[in-house]
């Protein structure tokens, strides 16, 4: 076992935030995000040694607590995980890009009036955008190249929120793949649990578009090749958290969401595209033959799932920034940041798949824990008998994990849980407006 890293005193700052194409939106990169926030004090700023381990999840689990719409970037990281050893310029981390409301209405560059309508118009076909493909010399996660040889994960201040974890998570992997036959690629969230200097463990769910890919290389005696951007643009990490169709692939839904195509650079390893402006790429291969222990992970339901035996990610070679920067998230019991983000793709995209077969449905909203607890908000000039109920029992269907439903009118403000919970109290008679339905598949961690 290593000695832990030691705290070290506070320092300079080791760069300005500046942005990498314009401080407003579109916002192409990470930076131009957080330069975004900086100019309207929407920034914090620790200078001060903050360990990866427990004291920056803590931090982000108060700010959540408080309601706060800021980020915070921590200057002077460290972790006290054992054989960890982050040192500059790898000791720089930020924290809460999506942690409010407010920074998803940034990211739309809409109200939160607005979003439903605005995801359900801007995914529409003939807005799809195909990325544009950059020269590496154009392309900031280029700028340093680590080879496999050299790849040491304990470098980097790959955080552990809560205590009975089984190790450091990276909780907001936007992880790059690419179907052998169809060329179809796929981007999205998947936590990859540190395990080795050059390995990780992979939550690979079976109904996640990933599991077929990885299915098809398993069957050819082949590893799945996979590259993870961390420190992306607002827009990419919503995207990578909304069960977006099949046939729109997320990089053109980026180009729908921003109105241009999003820039992408060659990997280095691999037939496939990462995105020019990320912080860091991990490129690597998950083992098709392989399994590792991964877990405990405290969960969105505020428990810890156990451990089990999932699929290797073995790094080949790391590409990042000369300074790059670090964006970690807070996961478990809410409020939590992992949360809020996954559950506002679960939003947009519920809402407009219901919509398309029930047009009175006005938005859906996940009220806590990925959609244990969902709100359907109707158009009450349009309400007929028995239209929540068609309303609820239709979400079951769309998704699998949702235990129990509200449906409410859109004289209620569906972002306001007092007033949606003001609702459920004074609106409903059990013997009346509740409906229970044994026997329904539901979510393995509840």
């Known amino acids: 076992m290593g000695e832990r890293t030691k705290m070290?005193?506070?320092?300079?700052?080791?760069?300005?935030?500046?942005?990498?194409?314009?401080?407003?939106?579109?916002?192409?990169?990470?930076?131009?995000?957080?330069?975004?926030?900086?100019?309207?004090?929407?920034?914090?700023?620790?200078?001060?040694?903050?360990?990866?381990?427990?004291?920056?999840?803590?931090?982000?689990?108060?700010?959540?607590?408080?309601?706060?719409?800021?980020?915070?970037?921590?200057?002077?990281?460290?972790?006290?995980?054992?054989?960890?050893?982050?040192?500059?310029?790898?000791?720089?981390?930020?924290?809460?890009?999506?942690?409010?409301?407010?920074?998803?209405?940034?990211?739309?560059?809409?109200?939160?009036?607005?979003?439903?309508?605005?995801?359900?118009?801007?995914?529409?076909?003939?807005?799809?955008?195909?990325?544009?493909?950059?020269?590496?010399?154009?392309?900031?996660?280029?700028?340093?190249?680590?080879?496999?040889?050299?790849?040491?994960?304990?470098?980097?201040?790959?955080?552990?929120?809560?205590?009975?974890?089984?190790?450091?998570?990276?909780?907001?992997?936007?992880?790059?793949?690419?179907?052998?036959?169809?060329?179809?690629?796929?981007?999205?969230?998947?936590?990859?649990?540190?395990?080795?200097?050059?390995?990780?463990?992979?939550?690979?769910?079976?109904?996640?578009?990933?599991?077929?890919?990885?299915?098809?290389?398993g069957s050819e005696g082949k590893n799945m090749p996979m590259c993870a951007a961390l420190g992306v643009d607002p827009m990419m990490s919503i995207i990578s958290g909304a069960p977006v169709p099949t046939d729109s692939p997320e990089e053109q839904v980026w180009g729908a969401m921003t109105g241009r195509p999003l820039p992408m650079v060659k990997s280095e390893l691999y037939d496939m595209n990462v995105p020019a402006y990320a912080e860091y790429i991990l490129e690597g291969e998950v083992i098709h033959d392989l399994r590792d222990s991964e877990g405990p992970y405290g969960e969105y339901t505020g428990y810890y799932s156990g451990i089990r035996d999932l699929p290797v990610f073995k790094v080949k070679c790391i590409t990042h920034r000369k300074q790059p920067i670090y964006e970690s998230v807070t996961i478990g019991k809410p409020p939590s940041e992992g949360n809020f983000l996954v559950e506002m793709g679960f939003n947009l995209e519920m809402t407009r798949g219901l919509r398309a077969y029930l047009p009175e449905v006005k938005a859906v909203r996940s009220l806590m824990c990925h959609g244990l607890v969902t709100v359907v908000q109707i158009d009450k000039k349009r309400r007929y008998k028995g239209l929540a109920f068609r309303a609820g029992h239709m979400v079951w269907?769309?998704?699998?994990?949702?235990?129990?439903?509200?449906?409410?009118?859109?004289?209620?403000?569906?972002?306001?849980?007092?007033?949606?919970?003001?609702?459920?109290?004074?609106?409903?008679?059990?013997?009346?407006?509740?409906?229970?339905?044994?026997?329904?598949?539901?979510c393995r961690l509840d």
């Open 8 to 217: 070290t005193t506070d320092r300079k700052r080791p760069f300005e935030i500046k942005p990498d194409t314009r401080p407003n939106w579109p916002f192409q990169s990470l930076r131009d995000y957080m330069s975004y926030l900086d100019e309207r004090g929407r920034m914090l700023h620790v200078d001060k040694p903050s360990d990866v381990r427990f004291e920056i999840g803590a931090v982000s689990k108060k700010l959540m607590e408080d309601g706060s719409d800021k980020a915070c970037m921590f200057w002077n990281a460290h972790s006290s995980h054992p054989d960890w050893h982050v040192e500059p310029p790898y000791d720089v981390v930020v924290d809460g890009t999506h942690r409010h409301v407010r920074m998803v209405e940034d990211a739309f560059n809409v109200s939160r009036d607005e979003l439903f309508e605005t995801w359900i118009d801007r995914l529409q076909p003939s807005k799809l955008l195909d990325p544009v493909i950059v020269d590496r010399s154009e392309a900031p996660c280029k700028e340093v190249v680590i080879p496999e040889e050299e790849v040491d994960l304990y470098k980097l201040p790959i955080d552990m929120c809560t205590a009975k974890m089984g190790g450091p998570f990276l909780s907001k992997a936007v992880c790059f793949t690419r179907h052998p036959d169809t060329g179809t690629s796929n981007f999205a969230i998947y936590r990859l649990h540190a395990k080795g200097p050059k390995h990780t463990g992979t939550l690979i769910v079976p109904n996640q578009h990933v599991a077929s890919v990885y299915a098809k290389y």
């Open 397 to 442: 269907s769309k998704k699998a994990l949702v235990k129990n439903v509200l449906v409410i009118d859109d004289d209620i403000d569906i972002w306001d849980n007092d007033d949606v919970w003001w609702a459920f109290a004074t609106h409903t008679q059990a013997h009346k407006s509740v409906q229970i339905v044994p026997d329904v598949s539901g």
